[in-house]
């Protein structure tokens, strides 16, 4: 069992800078690939970027490569989402989750194991 909690959202101004972390309960923290996903008003849930158990490999979304980055730190059970050069399509509440299988984080399936509830981002225009 893991349970996610997500946290760093808040209002910042186009351009600026947010870190989220996400952090997990339990022993067995590197056991899983986590992700983030973010849900902005009247839209579906979309996937933003993923990385693997150990960090090896990692994903984004075309929407925010270059401008997004994550990372982990097992050590410390948490996972990071770095955002730079923000937009005000970027405001959404951003949820991480977490499987025990890569490929099913990228996919942005419904079968992923762990959600968190989520933390919210808003980008002033």
Partial sequence: QVQLVESGGGLVQTGGSLRLSCAASGRTFSSYAVGWFRQAPGKER?????????????????SVKGRFTISRDNA????????????????????????????TVVLGTNGIDYWGKGTLVTVSS
């Fill in 46 to 62: 979309e996937f933003v970027a993923a990385i693997s158990r150990f960090g090896v490999s990692t994903r984004y979304a075309d």
């Fill in 76 to 103: 410390k059970n948490t996972v990071y989402l770095q955002m730079i050069s923000l937009k005000p399509e970027d405001t959404a509440v951003y949820y991480c989750a977490a499987d025990s299988m890569y490929n």
